[in-house]
């Protein structure tokens, strides 16, 4: 009987603890650095994993959930101990050495592909590299991470270093939200932060501001605009690229791009170029057509700083709906309900809360069962509050291990009940709650024992938001509307129309969207192939994707935080190829008998139970009769080719 899955959320001496619990997996990774099997080698250091794991999780939930100065300051003592103990590992030779051992041994299937993956970790992190070389590769990595935060310092310096007093006639357009955002005493100051901003090119009927704050922004960190000059990021990023380009020659590979898919489920840069490019031509006239309808309500040609105007204006005219009218169908009863039937049709699994003690109230806690018996939990802690981080995520207390059931946490920051009245949740809420709830059932859902691979572990980075993506498009059934909605007051299911204009404003300027994240993409991924002028590049992409002119100071490049200062280089793109996976994998079920059908549970038994043990494309392969095709997207996007 498995039974040991309730996290300890009253955590002490944690510093103490995670020194002990690091030196303890240090100890055990050079008695596996010894071995000659797999319980010698892979299932020692799992179970380090494992115990190291469940506390770093507690602690790092409670952080952001329940956040007080003196936790948050041992909190953070923990972190470089757990960041030095995995570099540790990564960078053991004969640790390295154990693994290429136990390649030869007798392994099965599952054992054989993790196996390969940590090699192929171990690699990218440079361990095979003797002498000189691996002495460049370390400079080099040290020399990226000092380059990639003066990156991200500049754009924050820039961003921060300009701001305007403007009156209340210039914020015409105005709602009182946005109003209340900008005043300071009894001022009226906006800035280039990404809200202000935003509000700024959607609200304001000021074109001339419209246009000033657009220039000003998109020529942040550069050597031009208004902003200054000290914080131009132009030679760090061609540094950060030479570098780059360096660090995978040294691997043997001929570029970053190619070093990026090693860890990834797609086989080449040209194989995502194909796939973008394809994207842009069949997206293209669509686009063609939004910016044509746009311009003509607009009465003019339209400039950049007009876009989100006249988009807003648009849509308002188009789908005459407030998302405060959906907001009483939705009470946070009937979306968990039906959230819940939802799954157990999907998956045929049932979810019920239980009672247990938690760190706030407000959490509750979701047990999931088959039949066989209970699989796992859910801690769900879903409304805002003081203290808590922004945003929603899910992430993995422990997984299925030993006599430990998977425990996933779902974090959202939703209205609370007010006023008598129930939660009531916004329709992007839901979707939200929809993915979150994706992405723990990969965890929870797993058959695989082996930490290093079980649920969300080990699964490469253009699949991990394969779950969580394709659970929500379930949100746009009418069948799924019926289960999560029923008004507060008169129990009434969302009617017909509402419902319609849901549909058809999810698509608003599809065609534009598409374009523009192809754009990005295509740029990262060619200018990670080539050593060419990374703007030159920019310009190339724009020649197919661009359809609104380009001002002389646009240089968001120098601001492009993804791609030189976060994780994303060479691997924008993942965005899309995970909504193609998705989509495609949805519209397969959807055609192959919906919600109750073999083909949603083959989801589950081909991607869900499998986790990173075994070949992520392959396994989309086995469960799909092919491999993905992008007309999903397209239909889902309601793009017609
Ligand atoms: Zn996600």
Redesign the pocket.
Known sequence: MKSNQTPNFNPKNIVNNITKLTENGLKKSLIASNGNDWDSVVALLDESEHVIGREMSVNSHLNAVMFSESFNKEYEKTLPIISNYYSEIGANKSLYEAFKRLKKSNLNKQQKHIVKDSLKGFELSGVGLEGEHSDRFKAIQEQLSVLSNQFSKNVLQATNSWKKTVSIDDLKGYGEAEISKVKVGDEYVINLQIPVYIDLMTYAENRELREEIYRAYISRASDIGITPKEFDNRNIMNEILELRLELSKLLGLSNYAEYSVQSKMVESPEEVIRFLENLVDLSLSQAKKELIDLEVFAGHALMPWDLMFYSEKLKQKMFDFKKSDLKPFFPESCVLSGLFSTIQRLYSVTLNEIEQECYHNDVRVIEIKDKRGSIGRIYIDIYARENKRGGA??SDFQGLYNDSLPVAFVVCNLNSPKGGKPALFDFDEIVTLF??F??ALHHLLTKVTFPCAAGISGVPWDG??LP??YMENFCYERDVIDLISGHWETGKKLPDDLFNKVIASKNFQSGLQMLRQCEFSLWDIRTHISDQDTYKILDTVRLKTSLMPIIDENRFLNSFSHIFSGGYAAGYFSYKWAEVLAADAYEYVKSSGGIDSKAANDFRECILEVGGSLDFMQQYVKFRGGRPKIEGLLKASGITI
């Open positions: 995520w899910m993915h979150e994706g992405h991990v938001e969580s993506q």
